[in-house]
């Protein structure tokens, strides 16, 4: 029968927090738990308390670790790896960081366009330019165009340059030239030389006997870049010697450029009583020649002899050219057995003014074809008197 009375306060002092276990201190008084000390599994557990120990003094029982909220059964969050669990710090980026930033990866987009866009293009194959060794004798007009200097591959020619401006034609020395496609560039050399002998023209000489001459009155010009200079082929024979007799004489002459090239030949020297002593020289007014497209300029040369007669006629057209291409056009057609305009005779090219000279000996028979006049005047008295008529202009020397 006492039995019930004591159960009662037995059951009483259960502390729910020790799973059932009796209280044999009373209510009163703290309860022993017989499984250990009471855990409080609403406070915070720290980190890996349970993993210390794993069953913390209660045998076949297991606690699962970092229960939240003192919830048993509930899945646990992990830490993250590497860090022990601890939250990672955040970075905090200034604005002008911020600013270098967008700028770089903007650059490095930019980067990869322009990569994508060009990088995918094949590129072309480089180029190349291998120069010329040319030579040109002095006076020679250099070409302007580029592949006469050099061999281009791999590039548009039409779009390189030559640069010749170091070049003096007219003289004799080794000179450099360029060649520029795009940013290459290469030099060249061009040799400037004279194997060419000189080109002399010359006129008949006409004198009284005694007369004093000498080689330059037989030249009319020589063409040549250097100084020419003249000596005869028979260096015995003395020109005062045969101007002291009467007769015609055939010279054989040699001009020489400095570089000594060479050019022979031949004079005509013809000394007579009859020979002109004075001389009217008669101009007409220039006109324009339309088959040359030149301005034309006619001369007549009387030599008046002793006698007051009229010994010799040279007629002199000079022909002046505007334009270049209309010079070189008559120059490179010219002949001598054709002449120039069919006017044959001794011709003087100048190549700076664009003139050329065309003198011939005319007889009073071809002077009354061209005049239209028969016969043509013989005397210096009826010369001058025609040229008046011919509205020529004439000065006595």
Request: proline share 7%; aromatic share 8%.
């Amino acid at each position: 029968p006492s039995e019930p009375a004591q159960t009662a306060p037995i059951m009483a002092s259960m502390d729910p927090n020790n799973m059932g276990a009796a209280n044999p201190l009373g209510a009163d008084s703290a309860p022993v738990n017989p499984m250990g000390p009471t855990l409080d599994l609403n406070q915070n557990i720290p980190n890996n308390m349970f993993n210390a120990s794993p069953n913390m003094g209660m045998p076949n029982n297991t606690i699962t670790p970092n229960v939240p909220n003192g919830n048993f059964g509930a899945v646990p969050t992990p830490p993250p790896a590497g860090d022990g669990g601890k939250k990672k710090a955040s970075i905090k980026l200034s604005k002008p960081m911020i600013i270098v930033l967008v700028a770089v990866l903007v650059c490095a987009v930019g980067s990869g366009v322009y990569f994508v866009l060009n990088g995918s293009t094949p590129s072309k194959p480089a180029g190349n330019i291998v120069t010329n060794q040319l030579f040109f004798e002095l006076g020679d007009e250099l070409p302007t165009d580029v592949s006469e200097y050099a061999t281009i591959t791999g590039f548009d020619v039409s779009t390189c340059k030559v640069d010749t401006s170091s070049v003096d034609t007219t003289k004799m020395n080794t000179y450099s030239y360029t060649v520029t496609c795009g940013t290459m560039q290469q030099t060249g050399t061009i040799a400037m030389r004279d194997t060419t002998a000189p080109e002399v023209v010359v006129q008949d000489v006409m004198v009284v006997p005694n007369s004093l001459i000498t080689i330059d009155d037989f030249i009319v010009a020589c063409n040549d870049f250097t100084e020419c200079s003249y000596e005869l082929v028979d260096k015995t024979l003395n020109l005062s010697n045969l101007a002291a007799t009467e007769g015609t004489y055939t010279i054989d002459l040699i001009a020489s450029d400095d570089y000594d090239n060479q050019t022979n030949v031949t004079l005509h020297l013809t000394v007579s009583s009859l020979a002109p002593v004075r001389y009217t020289n008669c101009t007409m007014t220039p006109v324009q020649d339309t088959d040359l497209n030149a301005l034309s300029t006619t001369s007549y040369n009387y030599g008046i002899n002793m006698n007051d007669e009229v010994a010799r006629t040279e007629k002199t057209v000079v022909y002046t050219f505007d334009e270049k291409d209309d010079y070189l056009k008559v120059k490179e057609a010219y002949t001598p057995t054709t002449g120039i305009n069919g006017m044959v005779g001794a011709v003087v090219f100048d190549d700076l003014e664009f003139e050329i000279t065309v003198t011939s000996v005319l007889t009073d028979q071809q002077l009354a074809v061209e005049f239209n006049v028969n016969p043509f005047p013989t005397t210096y008295e009826e010369l001058s008197q025609f040229n008046l008529g011919q509205g020529f202009s004439c000065i006595n020397r």
